[in-house]
């Protein structure tokens, strides 16, 4: 069983930045694709940002050169790091992972962007 926790999430102004974290349960060193997902509100959940154990990253058009991913094997957790934000940014974001073929969804931190 693999539990994944979302924080970081909260209130912030368009242009802003915020920083959110995913901390497994289990150690990440391993697992090799971990990823970062979200949901706004009536709509259906995207892929945003994706990495591997090696490092490699891939994002969704939308958030290219504003978001970045990273990786803390030794912390067990992923970041999000989210510059220039938007409003459209809102939602809730997930982090996900897939261990021996199951799929793992943490609860999600939302994150909205308003002045």
């Known amino acids: 069983q693999v539990q994944l926790v979302e924080s970081g999430g909260g209130l912030v102004q368009p242009g802003g930045s915020l920083t959110l974290s995913c901390a497994a349960s289990v150690s990440i060193f391993g697992i090799n694709a971990m990823a970062w997902y979200r949901q706004g509100l009536g709509q259906q959940r995207e892929l945003v940002a994706t990495?591997?154990?090696?490092?490699?990253?891939n994002y969704t058009d939308s958030v290219k050169g504003r978001f970045a991913i990273s990786r803390h094997n030794a912390k067990n957790t992923v970041y999000l790091e989210m510059n220039s934000l938007k409003p459209e940014d809102t939602a809730v974001y997930y982090c996900?992972?897939?261990?021996?073929?199951?799929?793992?969804w943490g609860k999600g931190t939302l994150v909205i962007v308003s002045s």
């Open positions: 990495i591997t154990n090696r490092g490699s990253t």
């Open positions: 996900k992972t897939i261990v021996y073929g199951m799929e793992y």
